[in-house]
C-alpha cells in the first residue's frame, strides 16, 4: 500500500522498530518522527544543504543540533511526512529510486520551470505534484 510504502520511505522497520504492530504515522508525527527518518530520505533525495533548508524550513544550524535528540518536532515531521509521501509516489509511479529523484529535480514548464521538488515545499505545490504523479500514471501528461 501506499502508506507502507511512505513508512518505507521513512526508514521503514530499522527506524521505527515497533515490531509486527502497525505504525501510525498521525501519532508519530504529533509525537514526533524519530530524526533517523530525516536522515534516510535526506541521503535517498540526496538533498544540498540548501535544499534541506528549504525543504524543512530549517537552518543548517537548528539540524545540527538533531544530532542530539532523537525526535523532531512535529511541524518538521509534517513537512518530512509529505516529502515522503510524494518521493513514495514518484518511486511508485515510475519504477525505480533513481528516476524518482531524477524527475524530482527536472524543471517542469508544467511549474514555470521549477523542479517538483523546489514547489513541494509547501501543500498547494505538494499537491500539484501529486496530480501530476497521478496523471503519468495514468497515462495523461501534464
Do not use: C
Amino acid at each position: 500500500t501506499m502508506y507502507a510504502d511512505i513508512v518505507k520511505a521513512l526508514g521503514g522497520r530499522q527506524i521505527f522498530g515497533s515490531g509486527s504492530r502497525r505504525i501510525n504515522l498521525m501519532d508519530e508525527v504529533e509525537r514526533g518522527l524519530p530524526t533517523r527518518s530525516y536522515s534516510v530520505i535526506a541521503e535517498a533525495l540526496d538533498l544540498t544543504p540548501d535544499e534541506e533548508d528549504r525543504l524543512l524550513q530549517v537552518s543548517l544550524r537548528t539540524r545540527a543540533r538533531w544530532k542530539q535528540r532523537k525526535r523532531l518536532d512535529p511541524a518538521i515531521s509534517d513537512r518530512l511526512v509529505r516529502l515522503a509521501r510524494i518521493f513514495a509516489l514518484a518511486i511508485d509511479v515510475l519504477e525505480s529510486q533513481e528516476h524518482a529523484v531524477a524527475w524530482l529535480r527536472e524543471p517542469s514548464d508544467a511549474l514555470g520551470g521549477r523542479t517538483p521538488l523546489e514547489v513541494v515545499t509547501t501543500d498547494v505545490g505538494a499537491e500539484r505534484v501529486t496530480n501530476m504523479l497521478y496523471q503519468m500514471e495514468h497515462g495523461i501528461y501534464a
